[in-house]
């Protein structure tokens, strides 16, 4: 059994700033990839960023510059730093892994329960 649980959403100003965090947990034997990705009200689930076991990342255009993602290997935890942050950015924000939970196992992609992160004024 793996779970991903995200934490750290919550209503902020335009301008302001949020940090979020997901934790793995469970029968893991090997992450590869974690992301979040964020889905607003009448649109569909999109990327907004990745990280690979080799601390590569990639960004949405629409959060370049403000986002960071990073991740704890020794935690199974994956976070990401929202600044600048926009009314546009308002949707449920979800976590994923690509992990294997054996050695023999095939790659599988997991998903928190998601977040709310709301920017208004």
């Known amino acids: 059994q793996v779970q991903l649980v995200e934490s750290g959403g919550g209503l902020v100003q335009p301008g302001g700033s949020l940090r979020l965090s997901c934790a793995t947990s469970g029968s893991i034997f090997s992450i590869y990839s974690m992301g979040w990705y964020r889905q607003a009200p009448g649109k569909q689930r999109e990327s907004v960023a990745s990280?690979?076991?080799?601390?590569?990342?990639a960004y949405a255009d629409s959060v370049k510059g403000r986002f960071t993602i990073s991740r704890d290997n020794a935690k199974n935890t994956v976070y990401l730093q929202m600044n600048s942050l926009k009314p546009e950015d308002t949707a449920v924000y979800y976590c994923?892994?690509?992990?294997?939970?054996?050695?023999?196992?095939?790659?599988?992609?997991?998903w928190g329960q998601g977040t709310q992160v709301t920017v208004s004024s």
């Open positions: 994923n892994a690509n992990l294997r939970t054996g050695w023999n196992t095939a790659w599988e992609t997991f």
């Open positions: 990280i690979s076991s080799g601390i590569t990342t």
